[in-house]
């Protein structure tokens, strides 16, 4: 059993910056892999950001790339969301979520194991 919790979230003016991080219990975390996944008032909840249990692999979605770093320490059981350059459409509920089945992480929600509870993101224009 894994719980995850997040923190970080706030509002900020856009071009801003925000970290997130998601801390996890258990003893087990260094062997999932981590996303971070967004969900705007109706949209469909959509990754963002994953990286495999040894932090080796990562993956960004187009709209992020170059803007979001994601890391991982496990050691302190945590993993982060670096937000840089943020932007109005970026506004969204951030939820981590951790996968046991595919080395960086599934594309599909579905198929995530855990996951937290989310935080609020609202970027001002």
């Known amino acids: 059993q894994v719980q995850l919790v997040e923190s970080g979230g706030g509002l900020v003016q856009a071009g801003g910056s925000l970290r997130l991080s998601c801390a996890a219990s258990g003893r087990t975390f260094s062997r999932y892999a981590m996303g971070w996944f967004r969900q705007a008032p109706g949209k469909e909840r959509e990754r963002v950001a994953a990286?495999?249990?040894?932090?080796?692999?990562?993956y960004y979605a187009g709209s992020v790339k170059g803007r979001f770093t994601i890391s991982r320490n496990n050691a302190k059981n945590t993993v982060y969301l670096q937000m840089n350059s943020l932007k109005p459409e970026d506004t969204a509920v951030y939820y981590c979520a951790a996968d046991r089945t595919h080395p960086l992480g599934s594309s599909r929600y579905g198929e995530y194991d855990y996951w937290g509870q989310g935080t609020q993101v609202t970027v001002s224009s």
């Open positions: 990286i495999s249990w040894n932090g080796g692999s990562t």
